[in-house]
């Protein structure tokens, strides 16, 4: 589906109408930020996705709860995951929820609470009491990339982006800011996404936008496989624009959509570029597959493959181990049908060796980016997804680390 | 279950009676040894198991056809794995049988043969048909360590090993020669496993016999998760040692099946032990899951876990990322009853950090090998795996080779 290219516009989060952020160093890492904070001036309609790990962190519990209310606030910390802590990490999770509804007067259920860093140790609540007041003084509406910067952890570069659309003669617009997936120190890393927008929106229509978004964006990366326990993705209108109430039978809803799978699609593709370690970002790409399910399986297999990784990253165009990949990921398959593909190079024909030079399959794999083509030939099934290469950088970030 | 000890031997492959072996250069390579011969004297009976990869090659499906016949021989070639190669590469497994049939004054069918290198590109005939007389003519009834060494590729070292047991006053003996799972240059390497016994069996005992071994060794080891299009254990019986037939309902059978396992496990461990870069091997044992399914589901989703594999590489005792693991594996799980153990320290109870301090975590961690222990405490089921590191080696291994 070719998608309505959509208007970026400078900012972030706080680029809609009525939504302030701040982001500062409140002590739970040494130097660097690691609280966040994003503020509706109206309580504002909240839908959000999370992580589908049987383990997930005290936060994502509270926010599962809390994101049936209208949301006044999302208050991030980086650091510490308050993961795999227990009953005491849900009461910290509670408490951090009970004092930005303090310096947010409104009801701690009115409050989302994000966490990532360290899994397994309990937050340090006094710094985190002390900082919420701090954090919700700096309020700006115009901290959007503050706030992209400050829930950042390995991510090389603050992840964030803004559109605005005309519906009904209403501008209104969208801002997101994400960060990394992949792993960080000391613990796992996280991949969270916050979005604003200043149309007002019903609940459901707004989850139902997200999940779509969702599914088209972010559940499409792979950076090393893992999944982490605090995978978290907000979404909050306000209705400051004005305009009509969009839901999912309003004629511009379709735009509106597109606008917010776009936004998470660059995020998304962000997220892998800056993978960590990564210096490849491999679009995988699977078509006549037996249906679309069969076509996503061997997507994820094929850019999971550390096989298929570790060749990326030495620039070798080894079908050997795509086609090897193909065959063990459980999809229905015919050995003999299968095409591979680099960018517009192919590779392989009828499942075996095409003429192409392996000069022209080897320029391809040099680029920073490339296309990955595998045709099944058994049907109309299709899938995408992004991918990195794995090198010695992801080794050594995620080795020479000692807790 | 204690399996009875049993009583290892010198030799390999040969060590059982009744059975020659050679090994030599014949040109697919450039230096190193790459064609292997195991001969019996009498057509002995034939077990086979298989890699499941849909993707797999001409010989593996040659011996899916040959391995029903009584066997007088196997036929290894090492440098290309005649894998995708299409109808010609059929063609030529079925010459490399006829040829070597000739050689040992037998039928095609009564020949297995086995390839292991080189994805995609057609074997040099002329030189493997040329190759196929020179090593026939090198058998030799003491030469079961030169096969072992004929069939390596990248690895470090032969793997072979024979034992004898006493089943009703007859000494039988058993041999075994592996070669190592890992990448390999340039393309996908295989693990392949021969098995000799002179002791009489018939062919559904052997299978069954063979079928246990391999999911109790072969199938329980994780070197990067991708399973190769060539992987094949074959088992030959002849009789030569005279004694009783064997057979599922033999009061001995449960000792010969007991000495099969261990060889293939000895086998296993050694091959995951030389895996390429391989600094560790790890032993991961689930307990306590709703079932023997889950078990193995968590186990190796563990092993397979880039993340866990880096954090041994660093002897990070990082048990985050290990019950992020179990938490994704898709079996049933309740995150506050999982424990975690190193060796016999506890690094995680019931979903938390236990008392134990860092430093000896770290100590088990610093280990060649060692075991993660993972309870559930959800029901009966169990599995183990061993699975190893992963580190520079291994990225410069499958990274640096171009084709």
Redesign the interface.
Known sequence: MIMKPIKLIQGSVTAPSGFSAAGCHVGIKKKRPDMALLVSDQPATAAGVFT?????AAPVKLCREHVKYACKGILVNSGN?N????QQGMQDARDMAVAAAEALSCKPENVLVCSTG????MLPMDTVKAGIPKVAAELQYDAGEIFAKAIMTTDAYAKHAACELDIDGTTIRIGIAAKGAG?IE???ATMLAYITTDAQVDVESLHSCLKHAVDKSFNRISV??????NDTVLFLANGAAGGPALSTDHPGWGDFCSAVEQLCMDMAIKIVADGEGATKCVRVEVHGARNDEDARTVARTVAR???VK??W?????????V??????SGAE?D??K?DIGYDDCQA?L????SSTP?SEL?TVLKQDSFTLKINLNLGQGSWFIYGCD???E???I??????
Chains 1, 2 share one sequence.
């Open positions: 589908t790990n049987q383990v997930n995951a993961a795999c802590t227990g360290t899994i397994g140790v792993m000391p613990n796992m090393d496989g893992d999944q982490s326990t493959s550390l096989l570790t060749s990253f030495g620039c070798d165009p080894n079908w050997g181990r086609i090897d990949a193909v065959g063990y398959i050995e003999n299968v392989v009828n499942g075996m060796r392996l080897e794995c090198g010695y992801y080794v050594r995620n080795s020479e680390y000692t807790t």
